[in-house]
């Protein structure tokens, strides 16, 4: 099983990263949505830190959100704007994974 990371944006800061745009469906109406856009850093081994330490996994902060910057932003060197952190839910086992084999049916007579 893959690793889940779960990431948490603050909400005062939500605002800085909440794009609206608009599409026109197919009948004809103009429709208007919002979502959040962010980007999801990795960060390096040595800056990740582990919050929560249990016999079966752990959880790490291996990431940080920030609002995109465009192309000039990058330019003038703006200031980055973290908006959030992600946090990875690692099995120490390699995986939640059943130690029993399934006990399901096997049906051999498939078409394909």
Do not use: C
């Amino acid at each position: 099983m893959a690793n889940a990371i779960k990431v948490s944006v603050d909400a005062d800061k939500a605002r800085e990263i909440l794009v609206k745009s608009t599409y026109t469906t197919k009948d004809g109406r103009e429709v208007e949505v919002q979502k959040l856009e962010f980007e999801l850093i990795e960060k390096k081994d040595e800056s990740k830190k582990v919050v929560y330490d249990s016999e079966k996994f752990q959880l790490v902060k291996t990431h940080f959100a920030v609002k995109p910057q465009t192309k000039e932003e990058r330019a003038a060197k703006a200031e980055t704007v973290f908006v959030g952190e992600g946090t990875t839910l690692v099995w120490k086992d390699g995986g939640r994974t059943n130690p029993t084999p399934s006990k399901a049916p096997v049906n051999d007579d498939l078409p394909f």
